[in-house]
């Protein structure tokens, strides 16, 4: 990791198959920052504990995502990804944060309020996964944070747990700043409201060609006929089609759907052909990369050892200042 970039922090939960939403929405955006930051990605398997149950999924969902980065083309040499438990100090890092924190800031995180509104059980680690994040932050001396909208609080809140740890101990840590990517989009599922795996209207970014098929000719479109004519603008088809054409075929699709006598069933095939030039090289050698195990492990070892030689220096400054020596 050198230091003369500035150094963004990207974390990303291994949850179930990635898509088109998730890639659009924050892998490419977050691999774009490797142009002019210094980036280190993690998969936040520790996060994910608060509501994974399935071991096996969590175990290959990890090795999905690393071959996942490595076939968007990462470069782990220039920049690092590794597994978030493979830094234990992490978790020590959490506690020394928790000691320094009000019960009051937790209960205002959206994700605890959201929970507890609902009258759902909140488990302890839904409501310090603020914290958790927060050190994730922090104990690699992060500059900046590329989030979504949703995820903006979480940044606010590590900023004010390391101002808390510095004005109790010192200046021990950087205070980072959230990144919002205006240019990122909001990515609309099959149904046209926001793709989410919680609403079951996700494209997987990599399955299979006829998968992928089936998937977008599934696409809830209006029943206006054959015949008559359409505009393309203003539909979840057009708005997914703009996303992955390029601006000629789009022009030329909707100059089409306007004449009347094409239906959306041939606009949709237009789609799925569009969308899977734009995945296949991607989705090739993610399904090499997947394969080799041996390769995916070595990728973590790596990761950990550089990520590791960060964070042992931010852990044993904390500790130092807290009194444990
Ligand atoms: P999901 O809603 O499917 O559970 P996550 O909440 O796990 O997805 O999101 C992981 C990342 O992908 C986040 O950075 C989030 O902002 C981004 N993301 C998810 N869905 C979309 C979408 N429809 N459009 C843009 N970005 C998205
Ligand atoms: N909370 C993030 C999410 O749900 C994942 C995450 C964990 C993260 N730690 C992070 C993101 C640190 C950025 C920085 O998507």
């Not at 996303?243 to 959306?264: H, I, N, P």
């Not at 090289?281 to 997947?290: L, T």
């Amino acid at each position: 990791m050198s230091s003369q970039k500035k150094r963004s922090l990207t974390g990303l939960k291994p949850t179930g198959n990635l898509h088109l939403g998730n890639y659009l929405g924050a892998l490419k955006p977050a691999l774009e920052l490797s142009k002019n930051y210094n980036c280190i990605y993690f998969i936040a398997d520790l996060h994910s504990l608060t509501q994974n149950r399935d071991a096996e999924a969590l175990a290959s969902q990890t090795l999905d995502q690393v071959a996942t980065w490595l076939a968007l083309g990462l470069d782990t040499d220039k920049h690092t990804l590794f597994r978030q438990s493979d830094v234990p100090s992490v978790t020590e890092l959490t506690w020394y944060l928790s000691c320094v924190t009000g019960h009051g800031l937790l209960e205002k995180a959206h994700a605890f309020k959201d929970a507890t509104a609902k009258g759902q059980e909140v488990n302890m680690g839904t409501f310090s996964y603020p914290v958790l994040m927060a050190a994730d932050i922090l104990l690699y001396d992060t500059d900046i944070v590329p989030v979504g909208k949703d995820q903006k609080q979480h940044v606010e809140m590590a900023r004010d747990m390391a101002g808390s740890l510095n004005a109790t101990y010192g200046e021990l840590l950087k205070l980072p700043e959230p990144l919002i990517q205006e240019e990122v989009m909001t990515i609309p599922g099959l149904d046209g409201r926001k793709m989410s795996k919680s609403y079951g209207n996700e494209v997987p970014l990599f399955c299979d060609e006829k998968s992928l098929r089936k998937k977008l000719m599934s696409l809830k479109t209006d029943s206006t006929g054959l015949e008559e004519p359409k505009e393309l603008a203003g539909t979840t088809v057009g708005e997914l089609f703009a996303l992955f054409a390029t601006t000629t075929q789009y022009e030329d699709l909707a100059v089409r759907l306007a004449k009347g006598g094409m239906g959306w069933g041939h606009a949709k095939e237009e789609l799925f052909v569009a969308v899977n030039e734009h995945v296949k090289e991607m989705r090739d050698r993610y399904n090499e990369y997947r394969k080799d195990e041996p390769l995916l492990r070595k990728e973590l070892a790596k990761g950990a050892e550089k990520a590791q030689s960060v964070a042992s220096q931010t852990i044993a400054r904390v500790r130092y200042a807290v009194g444990l020596r």
